[in-house]
């Protein structure tokens, strides 16, 4: 398991342009790539390239913290920073996981943290699981609200069902439906 954070703005995935010399976005995100391998390296003491073999992924979450409302998107930050890891890395990140959480803004300290950990039996359960763990009126609902217009209910009407049972439920069964 492994967790850092990579301190300044940070750079979302960007590609290579055809032909002529790379752009100061291109030169820009290589440096940044550079400066997150650094950091994983002698902070979070990290093999550099990861290798994440077919039967034992890994699981990479990022959370950024921006500056202002001006940033790159939280989705392209999250494929750099495994591109950076997984750099000349044997497979690449195919084999690899996770997610990246919404953005928080941070004016005095943008960064992105970064979590890394190896996949276990229960991350598939805890995706699917959370659904079918639920009460089954909520499920039936939820499942509806999916496929709106069935049985000539609205999507509106759902959610407003949906609301309407939440709030009928015990706290201990509303947090059952996140664990």
């Not at 391998?37 to 093999?47: I, N």
């Not at 913290?65 to 940033?71: E, S």
């Not at 890891?85 to 690449?92: E, M, N, P, Q, T």
């Amino acid at each position: 398991m492994y967790r850092f954070q990579i301190p300044g703005v940070a750079r979302g995935y960007t590609t290579h342009n055809r032909g002529g010399r790379p752009s100061k976005a291109i030169i820009a995100y290589w440096q940044y790539m550079e400066d997150t391998r650094k950091v994983a390296k002698h902070k979070a003491k990290m093999p550099i390239p990861l290798e994440s073999p077919r039967d034992q992924p890994l699981m990479i979450f990022t959370r950024c913290y921006f500056k202002d409302g001006r940033h790159p998107d939280p989705e392209n930050v999250h494929k750099g920073i495994k591109d950076a890891l997984f750099y000349k890395a044997k497979d690449g990140d195919k084999h690899t996981g996770g997610h990246y959480l919404p953005p928080l803004y941070d004016k005095q300290n943008p960064r992105v943290d970064v979590f890394i950990r190896q996949k276990t039996p229960d991350d598939e359960k805890n995706v699917w699981g959370s659904i079918m763990s639920r009460p089954k009126k909520y499920r039936t609902l939820l499942g509806k609200l999916f496929r709106p217009q069935s049985n000539g209910v609205s999507k509106k009407e759902m959610i407003r069902q949906l609301e309407s049972l939440w709030g009928t439920m015990s706290e201990k069964e509303r947090r059952s439906i996140w664990k």
